[in-house]
């Protein structure tokens, strides 16, 4: 029995908040443009889903990013 993905409305109605290009940007506090070249280049391969032409964000795939990238010293390697 194969299990169908679910839709968007269950995504959301699941607590995974969705963000669009603009929303993920100000969560990040750079700009949409900035989203499109590291998505674009493949600069950070922060994830995001594609729906249409639309592009989306997981606050859940954004946040684990920040906490990736936190430093506890000075050091920038």
Do not use: C
């Given at each position: 029995?194969?299990?169908?993905?679910?839709?968007?409305?269950?995504?959301?109605?699941?607590?995974?908040t969705?963000?669009?290009?603009?929303?993920?940007?100000?969560?990040?506090?750079?700009?949409?443009?900035?989203?499109?070249?590291?998505?674009?280049?493949?600069?950070?391969?922060?994830?995001?889903?594609?729906?249409?032409?639309?592009?989306?964000?997981?606050?859940?795939?954004?946040?684990?990013?920040?906490?990736?990238?936190?430093r506890?010293?000075?050091?920038?390697?």
């Amino acid at each position: 029995m194969s299990e169908s993905l679910p839709t968007l409305a269950e995504i959301i109605a699941s607590g995974r908040t969705l963000f669009n290009e603009n929303e993920a940007a100000a969560f990040l506090d750079t700009t949409a443009g900035t989203l499109q070249v590291w998505r674009s280049t493949g600069r950070y391969g922060i994830p995001f889903v594609k729906i249409g032409r639309s592009v989306r964000y997981k606050r859940a795939d954004l946040e684990a990013w920040i906490e990736s990238r936190t430093r506890s010293t000075g050091a920038t390697a």
